[in-house]
């Protein structure tokens, strides 16, 4: 397996741990703010808590060997715009699965669970390409007979 692809599939599985801890985070806001906001405002502001956490951790350790000189905080926006497609199929899922079950409504940890894996491939792409497009690892281009 070339470096290239090992790189690939560790940042994958780093990406789906990180996102592990967003989706704990995501359904502990949920839960803890649908009384006070609603499902629905309780379900974007559990959105955003994750997302913090995980362009947090993504920088610093699912991606950390891709550098990078952006600001952090412009790296962030970056992050926020690039997510958005991302966002509108998690939380599109999240808001039809809570529309449509009253059981996912009534267990919203359902819901979240929908929308991130929803969107966990889409993610990884847009985060890999656009947010932490650093170098990556050199593919040989050796053509036999012509090295120098």
């Known amino acids: 397996m070339s470096k290239f692809l090992r ?22 806001i ?3 703010t649908r009384g006070l906001l609603g499902i629905y405002a ?15 951790l993504n920088r610093s350790w699912t991606f950390r060997e891709r550098v990078t000189t952006k600001p952090s905080f412009q790296q962030w926006l970056t ?3 690039a997510s958005s497609a991302g966002f509108v199929l998690n939380r599109g899922a999240f808001f039809a699965a ?3 079950s009253s059981f996912v409504a009534e267990y919203p ?13 889409l993610n990884f792409t847009l985060n890999r390409a656009v947010i932490f497009r650093g170098p990556s690892p050199q593919v040989p281009h050796v053509v036999e007979g012509l090295e120098r």
């Open 42 to 56: 309780a379900g974007i502001a559990g959105y955003v808590g994750g997302s913090v956490l995980t362009w947090t």
């Open 7 to 28: 790189q690939g599939a560790s940042e994958l599985v780093r990406f789906a741990c990180v996102g592990t801890g967003g989706f704990i985070l995501d359904t502990s």
């Open 30 to 32: 949920v839960y803890a």
């Open 109 to 121: 940890v359902f819901g979240v669970a929908i929308g991130s894996v929803a969107g966990l491939l």
């Open 79 to 81: 992050y926020l715009a």
């Open 98 to 100: 809570i529309t449509c």
